[in-house]
């Protein structure tokens, strides 16, 4: 059986020699050490390989203030921002860096408690539970969700953290075609029927789990199509909101928002604080019983450290700013101008002749490089001319399919972006990426 990601394994003999390709070639262009916040600007350590070797890299001590294209900073909260890093350092001096204890023991201040209390409120459900880390909130809840006897349908490109979480739980994993509703529902109505009469369902429960926005495609769920779907065969459904909330939708309120599904259809809702939020941790917000029940089994809610408070601090400023709570229109401002910024530079990006993946107002834009040595080249040729970008390559997407991602923020001014696309426009001139329109049966 497939399971719930689209690309080979990392083992095996052509992902060990991928794996040591990429540390003697261009493993420079990952890890960087970065010496300031993740503002519009960063500085970026500067590095050089360590006598004749090709892969032991050291710091060098000097700097380079670069143009942040890489970092999740998508309403710009992440820096030194007027209201949330004030009330974030006022949260450390009260409570500490740590609460040294998990949530059922000493761990849950009256800051966590506030926080889930605002995340229900502002998605409209009953309650919301927030943990430590983005990652381990899929990865933990999905095993607290199904079982053996249930069925997962995942989206084919799905976020290895739900990869891992609907791994380790034990039930079914079936892949539908990536964003494609039309393929969802043949794997469900294959499913259904899978050896049994048409009448009597043999999963004791069928969890569809997708994203809303794809972090390396840039792509908004096709979720109305989807929810008809999950609705029409009683299925449950989990939307990973990590690059949505706070992003899309007229209040930031996410998919459900921007494309006019009702909040009560989708089941759990989940989301990271990386994002947005200039913070850390992720939240699952649905029914009180759905909370409750992740209170009790979900283990890294049980088991593990509870969020810093400073860090939780962040994210509940930063969420009152979105919400207007803070007396100012600022929230509003940064939403659209995350969207202007988006869009502006995703049509400069087309205009050069960029193969650009992704959807209209999707704060995430890729752009296709194709080959695992041009995309390390375009990384650095950026770099030394003071932009700094990410490149994806294997396994976060396929080998062919390497590409370098711009993500756009609310900080980003008009002139920041010009001056990125002149510089993407002499790279990418030298590097001859300017591949006109995608093909669409390759991607
Ligand atoms: N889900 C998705 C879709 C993501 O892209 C990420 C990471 N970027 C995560 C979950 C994990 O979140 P975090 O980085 O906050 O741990």
């Not at 990952?30 to 090709?54: K, M, Q, Y």
């Not at 860096?97 to 409209?124: P, R």
């Not at 992740?294 to 049980?302: A, G, N, Q």
Request: hydrophobic content about 35%.
């Amino acid at each position: 059986e497939k399971v719930a990601d689209g690309y080979a394994p990392l083992t095996g003999d052509f992902g060990d020699f991928y794996i040591r390709w990429v540390y003697h070639r261009i493993h420079d262009c990952f890890n960087r050490p970065i010496c300031s916040s993740p503002g519009a600007w960063i500085d970026v350590v500067g590095r050089e390989r360590l006598g004749t070797s090709n892969w032991i890299l050291k710091n060098t001590g000097g700097v380079r203030r670069c143009l942040n294209l890489g970092s999740y900073n998508y309403l710009g909260f992440a820096a030194q921002d007027e209201y949330c890093t004030v009330k974030a350092i006022e949260t450390l001096e009260r409570f500490g860096a740590s609460t040294c204890s998990g949530c059922f023991d000493a761990g849950k201040t009256t800051v966590h408690e506030e926080l889930e209390n605002l995340v229900a409120e502002y998605l409209g459900k009953e309650d919301a539970i927030v943990y430590g880390m983005g990652f381990a909130t899929n990865s933990s809840t999905l095993p607290a969700l199904v079982g053996k006897g249930c069925l997962v349908i995942s989206d084919s490109l799905n976020h290895s953290s739900i990869v891992v979480g609907v791994r380790g739980s034990g039930a079914r994993v079936k892949v539908f075609k990536h964003n494609n509703p039309e393929h969802l529902e043949k794997v469900i109505r294959e499913s259904i029927a899978e050896g049994q009469p048409r009448t009597h369902r043999p999963w004791k429960k069928i969890l569809i789990v997708i994203e809303g926005v794809y972090s390396m495609e840039g792509e908004i769920a096709r979720l109305p199509e989807i929810v008809a779907i999950k609705n029409a065969y009683k299925a449950y459904l989990y939307l990973d909101e990590a690059h949505s909330i706070g992003a899309m939708g007229q209040t930031g309120r996410g998919i459900c928002e921007y494309t006019g599904v009702p909040f009560a259809d989708v089941d759990i809702l989940m989301g990271t604080f990386t994002k947005s939020f200039g913070s850390c941790g992720g939240y699952i917000a649905g029914s009180k019983d759905l909370i409750t029940h992740l209170r009790h089994t979900s283990p890294c809610h049980t088991y593990a450290t509870s969020m810093s408070p400073a860090a939780v601090q962040q994210v509940t400023s930063s969420l009152k700013v979105i919400m207007g709570r803070d007396g100012s229109r600022r929230g509003a401002e940064k939403l659209r101008n995350l969207r202007e910024n988006s869009n502006w530079f995703r049509q400069e990006l087309l205009k050069l002749g960029c193969q650009v993946l992704g959807d209209e107002d999707s704060p995430v834009i890729p752009i296709m490089v194709y080959n695992p040595g041009r995309m390390a080249e375009f990384s650095r040729e950026c770099l030394k001319r003071h932009v700094a970008i990410v490149v994806v390559g294997f396994p976060a997407c396929s080998l062919i399919l390497e590409r370098a991602r711009f993500c756009i923020s609310a900080s980003h001014t008009r002139k920041d972006l010009e001056y990125a696309i002149d510089v993407i426009r002499e790279v990418g001139t030298i590097m001859r990426i300017f591949w006109g329109k995608p093909t669409p049966d390759l991607l």
